[in-house]
C-alpha cells in the first residue's frame, strides 16, 4: 500500500479520533439535506447532525429541503425546527428531482460552507466534524470515501455496490484524480467551490458526480478521509438505477471534455497546476494516497 499523505503539522492519525470543541470564530458550517418521503428517518436524521456539530462547538445552520414529499416528511422537519432556529425547512421551488432539491438548498444556504447530507440517514453525522476541520484547515473540498482503509460499510446492496465500483474505476481512469467514490453524495464545499461550479446542469442524482468532477477539473483542492456508511432501515431509496445510467454518463462526459478540451477556461482565479498539485491529500494510510502531494499550509 502507499504511505499515506501528512499533512503539515499534523499527527499521522485518523481525524475523527478527536472530538475537542472547535473555536467560534470558524467556518459556518450549512448542512443541505434533501428530503423525498423519508418521514420516518428525517428527525433522526437532522437531530444526529444537530448534535454532532453542537457537542464540536461547530457554528452551523440545518437546511431540509422537502421534495414533493407525500408522506408528512415535511411536517416532521417543521416540528423539530420550530425548536431551533438554526433549522430551516424549506420546500424546492422546482419540479421533484434529487438535484433540483439539492439546488435548492446551494441557492439558500447561509454558511461559509456547505455539506450535503441524506435524508435517510446513512451518513454517519461524526463524519461532518471531520469534513469540517479539513475545511478549517483551509482545503476548498472535504471528500469521503467508503471504500478505503479505516471506512466502514453496512448492508450495501449487492447490485448497487458492483454498479458503484464499475461507476467510479471508470471515473477514475477518465480524470486521474486518484479518488474512489465520486459517486457519493455526502460532501462538504466551500461557498466559492459552489459559486464557481455554476451554472449546475444535474436535475437528480447525476448532480453527486457533477460537483466533485467540477471541483477537481476547475483546480479546487481537496482533502479524502475514510467514512461510516449504513444502508437506510426505512423507506425505499429513490435512486433508480436503469434511469440514471444515461444522466451519469451525460455529466461525466461533458465534464471530460471540458477538462480535455476548454484549455482551462472555466478553472477558478489563480489557479496553477502547481499549487493545486500542492494542495491534495489523502488520509494518512491509505492505499489511494498519492505519495508526492502535500498540502500547502
Same mark, same amino acid.
Given at each position: 500500500?502507499?504511505?499515506?499523505?501528512?499533512?503539515?503539522?499534523?499527527?499521522?492519525?485518523?481525524?475523527?479520533?478527536?472530538?475537542?470543541?472547535?473555536?467560534?470564530?470558524?467556518?459556518?458550517?450549512?448542512?443541505?439535506?434533501?428530503?423525498?418521503?423519508?418521514?420516518?428517518?428525517?428527525?433522526?436524521?437532522?437531530?444526529?447532525?444537530?448534535?454532532?456539530?453542537?457537542?464540536?462547538?461547530?457554528?452551523?445552520?440545518?437546511?431540509?429541503?422537502?421534495?414533493?414529499?407525500?408522506?408528512?416528511?415535511?411536517?416532521?422537519?417543521?416540528?423539530?425546527?420550530?425548536?431551533?432556529?438554526? @433549522? #430551516?425547512? =424549506?420546500?424546492? *421551488?422546482?419540479? /421533484?428531482?434529487?438535484?433540483? %432539491?439539492?439546488? $435548492?438548498?446551494?441557492?439558500?444556504?447561509?454558511?461559509?460552507?456547505?455539506?450535503?447530507?441524506?435524508?435517510?440517514?446513512?451518513?454517519?453525522?461524526?463524519?461532518?466534524?471531520?469534513?469540517?476541520?479539513?475545511?478549517?484547515?483551509?482545503?476548498?473540498?472535504?471528500?469521503?470515501?467508503?471504500?478505503?482503509?479505516?471506512?466502514?460499510?453496512?448492508?450495501?446492496?449487492?447490485?448497487?455496490?458492483?454498479?458503484?465500483?464499475?461507476?467510479?474505476?471508470? @471515473? #477514475?481512469? =477518465?480524470?486521474? *484524480?486518484?479518488? /474512489?467514490?465520486?459517486?457519493? %453524495?455526502?460532501? $462538504?464545499?466551500?461557498?466559492?467551490?459552489?459559486?464557481?461550479?455554476?451554472?449546475?446542469?444535474?436535475?437528480?442524482?447525476?448532480?453527486?458526480?457533477?460537483?466533485?468532477?467540477?471541483?477537481?477539473?476547475?483546480?479546487?483542492?481537496?482533502?479524502?478521509?475514510?467514512?461510516?456508511?449504513?444502508?437506510?432501515?426505512?423507506?425505499?431509496?429513490?435512486?433508480?438505477?436503469?434511469?440514471?445510467?444515461?444522466?451519469?454518463?451525460?455529466?461525466?462526459?461533458?465534464?471530460?471534455?471540458?477538462?480535455?478540451?476548454?484549455?482551462?477556461?472555466?478553472?477558478?482565479?489563480?489557479?496553477?497546476?502547481?499549487?493545486?498539485?500542492?494542495?491534495?491529500?489523502?488520509?494518512?494510510?491509505?492505499?489511494?494516497?498519492?505519495?508526492?502531494?502535500?498540502?500547502?499550509?
Amino acid at each position: 500500500m502507499a504511505p499515506g499523505v501528512r499533512r503539515r503539522g499534523d499527527p499521522a492519525r485518523d481525524p475523527r479520533a478527536e472530538r475537542r470543541p472547535l473555536e467560534r470564530e470558524g467556518l459556518k458550517l450549512s448542512v443541505v439535506i434533501p428530503a423525498h418521503n423519508e418521514v420516518d428517518s428525517i428527525q433522526q436524521t437532522v437531530l444526529g447532525v444537530t448534535d454532532a456539530l453542537g457537542r464540536a462547538g461547530i457554528d452551523y445552520e440545518v437546511l431540509v429541503i422537502d421534495d414533493s414529499s407525500t408522506d408528512g416528511t415535511k411536517a416532521a422537519a417543521e416540528e423539530i425546527a420550530h425548536d431551533d432556529p438554526r @433549522i #430551516r425547512c =424549506l420546500r424546492s *421551488h422546482y419540479r /421533484n428531482g434529487f438535484g433540483f %432539491a439539492v439546488r $435548492a438548498g446551494l441557492e439558500r444556504f447561509e454558511g461559509d460552507a456547505v455539506a450535503i447530507v441524506m435524508g435517510d440517514g446513512s451518513d454517519n453525522p461524526e463524519d461532518l466534524v471531520t469534513y469540517y476541520r479539513l475545511l478549517n484547515e483551509g482545503y476548498d473540498c472535504a471528500f469521503g470515501s467508503r471504500f478505503m482503509r479505516g471506512s466502514e460499510v453496512h448492508d450495501y446492496p449487492k447490485l448497487k455496490l458492483v454498479l458503484n465500483r464499475l461507476a467510479n474505476a471508470v @471515473i #477514475r481512469i =477518465l480524470f486521474r *484524480h486518484g479518488y /474512489n467514490d465520486t459517486t457519493n %453524495a455526502f460532501k $462538504a464545499y466551500r461557498r466559492e467551490v459552489i459559486q464557481h461550479a455554476q451554472p449546475l446542469l444535474s436535475h437528480h442524482f447525476n448532480l453527486t458526480v457533477e460537483l466533485p468532477l467540477k471541483a477537481f477539473v476547475r483546480g479546487f483542492s481537496y482533502a479524502v478521509v475514510p467514512i461510516s456508511w449504513r444502508n437506510r432501515t426505512s423507506g425505499k431509496s429513490k435512486l433508480g438505477i436503469r434511469e440514471m445510467g444515461s444522466r451519469y454518463l451525460f455529466i461525466v462526459l461533458t465534464l471530460y471534455l471540458e477538462h480535455h478540451l476548454s484549455r482551462g477556461d472555466y478553472r477558478r482565479p489563480g489557479y496553477s497546476e502547481t499549487a493545486k498539485r500542492a494542495r491534495v491529500g489523502f488520509q494518512p494510510g491509505s492505499r489511494d494516497a498519492p505519495r508526492d502531494r502535500e498540502p500547502v499550509p
